[in-house]
């Protein structure tokens, strides 16, 4: 341990990570099905990028903010690997302080990254559905490119700070994790010092993107429904809707867990650690699993390019 000014406070060399309290001797079995859904993750996202990529017919707006979801899917699923697969594959429980410091900055961006990039496809559903000649013109490459980059940096800048913040609160002889990976409400209740300023700034981080972003989808289907119920045939109405209906799909994979996860931090102090834990966890690997498989299946341009693909290699094998 590294000792502070005070020999009741110390910064931890390391902390130990917990992978599912009252389970630990079934680790290896429950390594199964996080191999599978790691497996579905990366094959499901890859898959989709690669059929964006390659397919010039896609590079269209809702492919591109689809393109961009995927990414930040295999992101933060790429950012819990390290540590869940060392823990239930080779009993691996501790990380560096620094280690973990930047797995929870990684694993928060991204998902600050997913909850804009939600916002971004509805407001390009709405677009679609709204102004469809004037779809392209609006919502041209760069202007999507800029809001990627938009994204991105504002995740980045936004969570910075945290990691800083943490590292300057006195540490008082607790160092263990209730999770397989470094989650900021979980880190925060570590240390004894004071830690308002820490709180004041993650609530703000928390309004700021997945609480402004989840009110401005509401209103962006808001008005969504309000222009499909204006369409004359049924058909055009339900045409519309069924472009919809990935997207309100993945906002529901999305949210849900994060609300549900959210209720268990605050008022759920009492409830059994192995809730946390499989809150989190679905959190955390919900929406990534769920998401490429309804693209792939209610997409029929993104179905029709995994199925070429895999033809593809089929005839060159």
Excluded at 14 to 25: H, R, S
Excluded at 179 to 187: A, G, I, K, Q, T
Excluded at 190 to 218: E, H, K, R
Excluded at 307 to 314: N, Q, T
């Amino acid at each position: 341990m590294k000792n502070s000014n005070s020999s009741l406070e110390f910064l931890p060399t390391t902390f130990i990570l917990v992978g599912i309290p009252g389970l630990e001797a079934e680790h290896i079995w429950i390594s199964i099905p996080f191999c599978l859904m790691y497996i579905i993750i990366f094959l499901g996202n890859g898959s989709i990028l690669h059929v964006i990529r390659t397919d010039a017919a896609l590079h269209q707006p809702m492919y591109l903010f689809l393109a961009m979801l995927a990414l930040v899917e295999v992101g933060v699923s790429a950012s819990t690997l390290p540590t869940v697969l060392g823990i239930f594959l080779f009993g691996t429980t501790e990380i560096s302080f620094d280690a973990c410091l930047l797995q929870m900055f990684f694993i928060h961006s991204f998902s600050i990254m997913e909850s804009a990039v939600l916002l971004a496809m509805s407001v390009d559903r709405f677009v679609a559905i709204h102004s469809p000649l004037h779809y392209t013109a609006i919502l041209t490459l760069p202007r999507i490119f800029r809001t990627g980059a938009f994204i991105g940096l504002k995740s980045i800048m936004l969570m910075a700070p945290l990691p800083m913040l943490l590292r300057r609160l006195p540490f008082c002889g607790h160092n263990t994790l209730c999770h397989s990976y470094c989650l900021h409400p979980n880190l925060i209740h570590l240390p004894c010092g004071d830690i308002s300023f820490n709180n004041i700034y993650g609530l703000f981080i928390v309004i700021s993107t997945f609480g402004l972003d989840s009110l401005l989808i509401v209103v962006s289907y808001g008005f969504t429904l309000h222009t499909v119920l204006c369409i004359a045939t049924e058909k055009g109405q339900r045409k519309a809707f069924n472009t919809c209906g990935s997207h309100i799909c993945a906002v529901l994979a999305y949210y849900v867990p994060m609300i549900g996860l959210s209720i268990v931090y605050r008022f759920g102090l009492h409830v059994s650690p192995l809730l946390h834990a499989m809150m989190a966890s679905a959190y955390l690997f919900f929406s990534p699993v769920v998401n490429p498989i309804v693209y792939s299946i209610k997409t029929k341009e993104i179905r029709h390019g995994i199925v070429r693909m895999l033809s593809e290699k089929r005839a060159a094998i």
